[in-house]
């Protein structure tokens, strides 16, 4: 079952309005997620502990996460998956898009197994 962590770079109202639109959906902001204790925490800590929760980590972070997810491939390591998105195919402040890719996402493939999948949000 897929279980979506949007992290800090995006706003939680995405979470918030998502759950409003789809209430069976699960998302929850990094902020709210164990109480905010890994805002500003390292990917790798973020992306064990995700793992460790079945959740599914969507970031902006297209700088680190994916050589990051490059090296735990190579040892073996894995995740509970990524969802990639950048600026060019959605604003960080356009809540509304965010949230209907989201949901559109969950719509398909909440059924799916998200272990060690990758892959990239368009619209």
């Known amino acids: 079952m ?45 992306l064990q502990e995700a793992h460790k929760q079945k959740l599914t980590l969507v970031t902006f972070d297209l700088r680190t996460i994916p050589p990051l997810l490059r090296l735990w491939a190579e040892h073996g390591i894995d995740h509970s998956g990524v969802i990639l998105m950048d600026n060019r195919t959605f604003a960080q402040n356009d809540i509304g898009g965010l949230v209907d890719a989201l949901c559109s996402v969950w719509k398909a493939r909440a059924d799916l197994e998200w272990r060690n999948e990758v892959i990239y949000l368009s619209r």
């Open 2 to 46: 897929l279980r979506l962590l949007t992290d800090e770079q995006i706003s939680p109202a995405v979470a918030k309005e998502a759950r409003k639109r789809l209430r069976r959906i699960d998302i929850v902001a990094m902020r709210d997620w164990e109480g905010g204790h890994f805002l500003a925490a390292s990917d790798e800590m973020v």
